[in-house]
């Protein structure tokens, strides 16, 4: 297995990272709509999780955590403290402003890696769990890569509850098949651009895309970026080691804009589960997203018509997108939000909640047989395949970097003008280095 541990270390262990909010320049966000749910949260006996699982295959996916939880700890009242917003763009803001404000929820979702530490670990909002890690034996049931990404300082700080795959590439079966377009099991960049012609001369868009969220354009970057670079340049690049005129790097983006030829006039204003839609509903040929886009199609009874490859080129990569929960420095229930961990490391939990979600156990004792054939198929690329972290879900790199990579990716999608996007990427990777220098 690759060692995504040897990519993430030299970023570990250094201090002085950007603060919290700081990194993400917030200011003061009203609390909106999440001011009632407070009232409930309030509750003696009450947990209060807070996640950005809003769309129908995401939420049914959190019901099914809602359920092993209550079965465990009859009485409690879950409260269910959602803000929308695919990658938690708008959740993590009104996040920032309730850390600010000393009022956490009982647990909240973050991705392994810089987003849990530099977001929350090191600017003091998480308490470690590392002995519950020890008393519910968690270190023997998960890869080591997956625990370290989940520390700081030999301590741990979340429970990974699932591993999505990023670099999926869903498509219609029907729209293929009514274009005369075979997809074996792998696509290349030249295969897909033939394709995408073929559907552009039939007036379908070959490529469902949506970047209302600012998240969408960075996935399908850094999608692209594996599939043409290679695994160990884009770590390279994330990493800060190679430079952002490195020739993989602008031969992506090139690709990257040609691709952009063939989307849906209007990906400004979908959301990453309108893209997937357009697909489920063969108003377009394929999706660049990752395996959450699965969830959807699960819960829209799609997948007898929905088909799956890599990302053109990233075949033998896996992009990880690790979803885990916290315990917040301050819980206002801290013995429930214990106990929700708990539940969120068991087996059980884990096999209910992913089959729903798209991605597949952080636990690697889970039952294959409860999983579809496109969750054996990620399980298998999960063992075998070279594992990276995902920069557009900040795993790779810092918040700062993300959301200049977001702000970068959205003057692209419409410019396509490559030397800038590249030279400005190459400033925020700059800027980076002399914050954590
Ligand atoms: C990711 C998250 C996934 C999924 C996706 C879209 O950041 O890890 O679980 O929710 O955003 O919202």
């Excluded at 370290?148 to 699932?162: D, F, L, T």
């Excluded at 969830?295 to 490859?309: D, P």
């Excluded at 992009?319 to 420095?329: E, G, H, N, R």
Aim: glycine residues 10%; aromatic residues 10%; negative net charge.
């Amino acid at each position: 297995m690759y060692d995504m541990n040897k990519a993430m270390t030299s970023r570990a262990s250094r201090r002085g990272v950007l603060k919290g909010g700081a990194a993400l320049g917030i200011g003061s966000l009203g609390l909106g709509p999440i001011g009632s749910r407070l009232a409930a949260a309030q509750a003696e006996d009450a947990l209060e999780i807070f996640s950005w699982w809003t769309s129908p295959g995401e939420s049914k996916a959190l019901q099914a955590l809602f359920d092993a939880f209550t079965a465990a700890n009859p009485g409690v009242e879950v409260v269910n403290s959602t803000v929308s917003g695919g990658a938690g763009v708008n959740a993590k803001a009104v996040l920032q402003t309730r850390l600010q404000g000393g009022q956490p929820p009982d647990s909240w979702q973050t991705h392994i890696g810089r987003e849990l530490t530099d977001l929350y670990v090191i600017p003091g909002s998480c308490e470690p769990i590392t002995d519950l890690y020890e008393s519910e034996g968690w270190s023997d049931v998960m890869p080591a890569g997956l625990i370290e990404q989940a520390s700081w300082e030999s301590e741990q700080y979340s429970i990974p509850v699932g591993v999505h795959r990023g670099n999926g590439f869903w498509y219609n079966k029907t729209v293929m098949a009514d274009n005369g377009i075979e997809v074996g099991d792998t696509i290349s960049v030249d295969e897909f651009f033939a394709a995408a012609d073929t559907l552009k001369a039939a007036g379908v868009p070959a490529l469902a895309f949506s970047n209302n969220e600012g998240f969408q354009g960075p996935q399908t970057f850094e999608n692209t970026l594996l599939g043409v670079a290679g695994p160990e340049t884009y770590n390279a690049l994330f990493l800060g080691e190679t430079s952002w005129d490195d020739q993989g790097a602008r031969e992506a983006a090139e690709i990257f804009a040609r691709m952009l030829d063939y989307v849906n006039e209007d990906f400004s204003a979908l959301a990453w589960s309108d893209a997937i839609a357009l697909v489920i509903e063969g108003k377009a040929g394929f999706n660049s997203m990752g395996d959450w886009a699965y969830g959807e199609v699960l819960a829209k009874n799609a997948q007898e018509n929905i088909g799956w490859v890599s990302h053109p080129g990233s075949t033998g990569s896996f992009v990880l997108v690790v979803d885990s929960f916290t315990l917040p420095v301050g819980a206002p229930h801290p013995e429930n939000a214990r106990n929700w961990l708990i539940t969120l490391g068991s087996k059980e939990a884990q096999e209910a909640f992913n089959p729903l979600k798209g991605s597949i156990p952080a636990r690697t004792d889970a039952n294959r047989d409860l999983f579809t054939p496109y969750h054996q198929w990620s399980m298998d690329s999960f063992s075998n395949d070279a594992l990276v972290p995902s920069a557009a879900h900040s795993q790779a790199c810092s918040p700062a970097f993300q959301q200049a990579f977001y702000d970068a990716t959205t003057a692209f999608v419409t410019d396509k003008d490559v030397d800038t996007y590249l030279a400005m990427l190459a400033d925020a990777a700059a800027m980076d280095a002399e914050a954590t220098a």
